[in-house]
């Protein structure tokens, strides 16, 4: 039972990315997942989630520019990453949280740099 997540990488401001985060060993249905992001000396932040009935919410500085999206099909969230900004540098971490249940995947670096 794992999540893992992909997609990250080096690009330049204005770029995009999409993050994947694919479950393996459980489905992801009736899970709410939530990205959440981490750049060096600061701490863990939520940027995006949505909720086992697809409730999407994000944090307001990635409004208008990341989806979260789930494809059931592929047992899988992605987060679409549009005009990426410097300050969105960070590794980002996927969740996978169901009442007392959560479970975390290894992170996938995102670096924005001209």
């Known amino acids: 039972v794992q999540v893992v997540e992909s997609g990250g990488g080096l690009v330049q401001p204005g770029e995009s990315l999409r993050l994947a985060c694919e479950a393996s060993g459980f489905s992801l249905l009736g899970y709410g997942i939530i990205w959440h992001r981490q750049a060096p000396g600061m701490p863990r932040d939520w940027v995006a989630s949505?909720?086992?009935?697809?409730?999407?919410k994000y944090q307001e500085s990635v409004k208008g520019r990341f989806t979260i999206i789930r494809d059931v099909a592929k047992n899988a969230v992605y987060l679409q990453m549009n005009n990426l900004k410097p300050e969105d540098t960070a590794m980002y971490y996927c969740?996978?949280?169901?009442?007392?249940?959560?479970?975390w995947g290894q992170g996938t670096q995102v670096t924005v740099s001209s």
């Open positions: 969740e996978a949280t169901r009442l007392s249940t959560s479970y």
């Open positions: 949505i909720g086992g009935t697809n409730l999407k």
